[in-house]
């Protein structure tokens, strides 16, 4: 079958660093998406990961790791908005995507 | 540009009733999905279709019907409705079903099923 792991919930302090795993396993490999989810509301891109490597965007970037199927999304300096969902997807060799439960991250000041 | 937008926000539905939920969007993304959020689960696939008149099934198409007759429009039709499909129900679309194009989702409808 296929699977998407993530934590359940992580805490961070505000202006720490925090890092977000996520490891798969699908049939086939098509990219990886990670979103930001509100609680109850839609979610909203944040990154894509394709080939090994980090992407950095501002404060947030995100790594992947093909071969090993792991992946992971950094937030730096953190905020307390940055209090969140983070789901992580994978799009199989169907080009679907596969989605993990999600990790709440709660940020403290 | 309104997106991906979503009717109704709300519902609330008696076992073996049935409905339609409908999403539209104008940004003339030739794929569209819907998918179901539940509790400490992923977001999970119910029905897919990558152009108009296209659509095919993801991982839980039981108990719903798609169509999709123009580019904009991709409702979901629950048949008989089930307490098991109480959920929230997000309609998504991106540019193509290839890699790389992200979704865009609607803000979501909120089903009861008593």
């Known amino acids: 079958g296929q699977n998407i792991d993530q934590p359940t919930e992580m805490t961070a302090t505000e202006g720490a660093i925090v890092q977000i795993n996520c490891t798969y396993q699908t049939s086939g490999f098509n990219g990886l998406f990670w979103y930001q989810q509100h609680a109850g509301e839609a979610p909203t891109f944040l990154s894509y990961n394709v080939l090994d490597g980090l992407e950095e965007k501002g404060r947030f970037s995100s790594f992947l790791s093909r071969s090993k199927g792991y992946s992971y999304l950094l937030l730096k300096e953190l905020k307390m908005k940055d209090s969140d969902y983070y789901l992580c997807?994978?799009?199989?060799?169907?080009?679907?995507?596969?989605w993990g439960a999600g990790t709440k991250l709660i940020i403290k000041p | 540009n309104a997106g991906v937008t979503q009717t109704p926000k709300f519902q609330v539905l008696k076992t073996g009733q049935s409905m339609t939920l409908q999403c539209a969007q104008d940004?003339?993304?030739?794929?569209m999905s819907w998918y179901r959020q539940d509790p400490g689960m992923g977001l999970r696939l119910i029905h897919y279709?990558?152009?108009?008149?296209?659509?095919d099934q993801g991982e839980v198409p039981n108990g719903y019907n798609v169509s999709r007759s123009t580019t904009e429009d991709f409702p979901l039709r629950l048949l008989s409705a089930a307490p098991s499909q109480t959920s929230v129900y997000f309609c998504?679309?991106?540019?193509?079903?290839?890699?790389?194009?992200?979704?865009?989702f609607g803000p979501g409808t909120r089903l009861t099923v008593t």
């Open positions: 998504a679309s991106s540019q193509t079903w290839e890699a790389g194009y992200e979704q865009y």
């Open positions: 940004m003339n993304h030739e794929y």
């Open positions: 997807a994978v799009r199989d060799s169907n080009y679907q995507l596969i």
């Open positions: 279709s990558v152009g108009a008149g296209i659509t």
